[in-house]
Nanobody
Framework: VQLQASGGGLVQPGGSLRLSCVAH????????IGWFRQVPGKEREGVSC????????YDSDSVKGRFTVFRDAAANTVYLQMDNLTPDDTAVYYC???????????????????WGRGTLVTVSS
């Protein structure tokens, strides 16, 4: 099982960025999948998660209305579209999957079984 995240970078406040996470070794459709972020000194936070099979989403209050998680089943890839970014969104972003849990809420709040490597997002002018 391997998750490869990419797409991080420097963006100005109010800008947009799209992160990608390609899954290898398992089928994304059958797993809850989502995005987490961490800043130094703080715990890793579940940001946006997607349930298995029926694509029910869960978004944390801090990103609701600005971030959208979605998957491309054919590409076995999950994306995080981030709009109207603020400096508070600066963090290392990780994708994570739970191979036996289906709920997006449970994934974001209890964590995954498998993590990808992080990608840094910096929001600054």
């Amino acid at each position: 099982v391997q998750l490869q995240a990419s797409g991080g970078g420097l963006v100005q406040p109010g800008g947009s960025l799209r992160l990608s996470c390609v899954a290898h070794g398992f089928t994304l459709n059958f797993s809850a999948i989502g995005w987490f972020r961490q800043v130094p000194g703080k715990e890793r936070e579940g940001v946006s998660c997607l349930s298995s099979l029926n694509d029910i989403t869960y978004d944390s209050d801090s990103v609701k209305g600005r971030f959208t998680v979605f998957r491309d089943a054919a590409a076995n890839t999950v994306y995080l579209q981030m709009d109207n970014l603020t400096p508070d969104d600066t963090a290392v972003y990780y994708c994570g999957a739970h191979l036996t849990r289906s709920s997006s809420y449970a994934l974001c709040n209890n964590g995954p079984t498998d993590w990808g490597r992080g990608t840094l997002v910096t929001v600054s002018s």
